[in-house]
């Protein structure tokens, strides 16, 4: 019997690091959709730096693309279904791996503060949360309800725009979640390429940490660039 239970325990447990590590590579897979996904929307965002016609013609060829094989909007409603299964699979694996976190922890101890964590690691979760709720406010602003601050126009793109960012505050909104989306990038990052299996030196380690802060500038100051553009009257 004493064999038997080990050899239970043993498989229990031996599924269980599977399951762990499948959770997090569909974390880490599902992560790198949304930085492919960050990359060509910051594409298409500073196409504004080419003024009206060009803004709105690239928002119109989005809207028509693969057409007729595609119905108006196909496109974009093709990425909005990879984009929620992703978000389902990466919030879905965070919450089941936290809560396997907690249970690890039989019992209570003290933590002293870790001061070599980085600011990113620390704030993964409640920037996460932040990450959402701006998400569910971006969709609602530009694409559901498209609240234009100013009271004008909402069916021309380019001016949705220039009239939101031309608003302090929703400048602000948009550079503070930028900023949570800089940090999440960072630490998601190097957590996706340890998943991945590169960062098995010091010398990969390092790598992976510079590249998530090449991601994280990179997207994050590609997106301010348009709201603090148009906010100083670069764009308008």
Same mark, same amino acid.
């Given at each position: 019997?004493a064999?038997q239970?080990s ?7 031996s599924? @269980?690091t599977r399951?762990?590590i499948?959770l997090?590579i ?7 959709? +949304?930085?492919? +996904? ?5 594409y298409?965002?500073l196409?504004?730096?080419g003024?009206?016609? @060009?803004?709105n013609?690239y ?18 409603w093709?990425?909005r279904?990879?984009?929620l299964? &992703? ?22 101890? &003290? ?9 990113s690691?620390? %704030? ?5 949360? #932040?990450? +959402?709720?701006f ?14 601050? %100013? ?13 939101s960012?031309?608003t302090w ?6 550079l503070?979640a ?10 998601g990052v190097? &957590? #996706? ?13 390092k790598? #992976?940490?510079?590249f ?10 590609? +997106?301010?660039?348009?709201?603090? &553009? ?7």
């Amino acid at each position: 019997m004493a064999t038997q239970n080990s050899n239970q325990t043993l498989v229990k447990g031996s599924r @269980s690091t599977r399951s762990t590590i499948a959770l997090k590579i569909t974390m880490a897979t599902s992560g790198l959709v +949304f930085i492919a +996904f960050l990359l060509v929307h910051m594409y298409g965002n500073l196409m504004a730096f080419g003024g009206e016609n @060009s803004y709105n013609e690239y928002a119109h060829h989005l809207r028509v693309f693969g057409e007729p094989m595609l119905p108006e909007n196909g496109l974009l409603w093709i990425l909005r279904v990879v984009l929620l299964v &992703s978000l389902v699979a990466h919030v879905g694996s965070a919450i089941a791996l936290t809560g396997r976190a907690h249970k690890a922890r039989t019992t209570k101890y &003290s933590v002293k503060k870790n001061v070599a964590s980085s600011l990113s690691s620390r %704030t993964m979760r409640w920037g996460g949360l #932040a990450i +959402f709720v701006f998400i569910v406010w971006h969709l609602l602003h530009f694409t559901i309800a498209k609240i234009n601050p %100013t009271g004008g126009e909402t069916e021309n793109p380019y001016v949705l725009v220039v009239d939101s960012f031309n608003t302090w505050w929703m400048t602000v909104i948009y550079l503070v979640a930028l900023f949570a989306v800089g940090m999440h990038l960072h630490h998601g990052v190097w &957590s #996706a390429c340890q998943t991945l299996g590169f960062t098995n030196t010091v010398a990969s380690r390092k790598r #992976a940490k510079r590249f998530g802060w090449v991601v994280a500038i990179v997207i994050a100051g590609g +997106f301010a660039l348009i709201p603090l &553009s148009v906010l100083f009257e670069i764009v308008k």
